[in-house]
């Protein structure tokens, strides 16, 4: 299937097609990102457990070095975890906006003569490179920035269901409502978005344009720089 039934399908799915070519090295991004959160939540019980074992008048030598174990395991899985998500992330997310350049410039390059005509190639390539760009950066926000907390408030959520479920159904109300509100407010700024990016292609285009044509700039640059101050002479 090409790119541009991809592309028509929507964002997501287009992201989520080159996803699926990578989908072991982004489905143990995915699974040590959770496993760890799941990590940092659990080691603060860890330490409400070892805290509670100390409480105890004459606290059995088992359950006290158990309960430190638990804690340096949950420590020690956090820290691992994410460090184990960083480098499968630095693959796995590379190796997908190479994957979308190539597609594109195999796209681009299955254009008629007539098309590069008409537009700068400089401009052309920006929107390759800009594109591949946007990728790794939705990318990277979402296994660092966004399923994270995501996954913190809905753990944390379900742990406090164990002790009040009243709470846990306010708190998931509340969370929703939250999510839908910035869901909406981002929508309504899409089209900033898109204006944004194809400028930032065209000007990183005409760049490109210039910088390869600068013996030309430079002779249109002194042409209008004799007329001009011949002009002011006269």
Known sequence: MSVPVYAARGPIRFLFHYVQRRWGGHAVV??????????????????????????????PAHSLWMAVGILLALVAGDNLLWRLAGWIAARAFVELSGDL?????????GHAQSYFADRFPGALGGRISTAAT????????????????????VSSIAVLGLVNWRL?????????????????????????????????????????DIIGNIGLVRAFGEARARATGGHHRQ
């Not at 760890?36 to 603060?44: D, L, P, R």
């Not at 946007?134 to 408030?153: F, K, R």
């Not at 509340?174 to 900033?192: K, N």
């Open 134 to 153: 946007a990728a790794l950066t939705i990318e990277n926000s979402l296994a660092w920035t966004t399923i994270p907390p995501a996954a913190a408030v």
């Open 30 to 59: 995915l699974g040590a990102i959770l496993a760890a959160v799941g990590c940092a939540i659990g080691s603060q019980y860890a330490v409400k457990n070892l805290v509670d074992v100390l409480g105890w008048q004459f606290p």
């Open 101 to 109: 350049r190539l597609d594109l410039f195999e796209h681009l390059s």
């Open 168 to 208: 846990m159904a306010t708190l998931a109300v509340v969370s929703v409502a939250l999510g839908l509100a910035v869901r909406h407010l981002a929508a309504r700024g899409r089209h900033l978005h898109d204006r944004y990016a194809a400028r930032a292609a065209g000007v990183s285009g005409d760049l490109m």
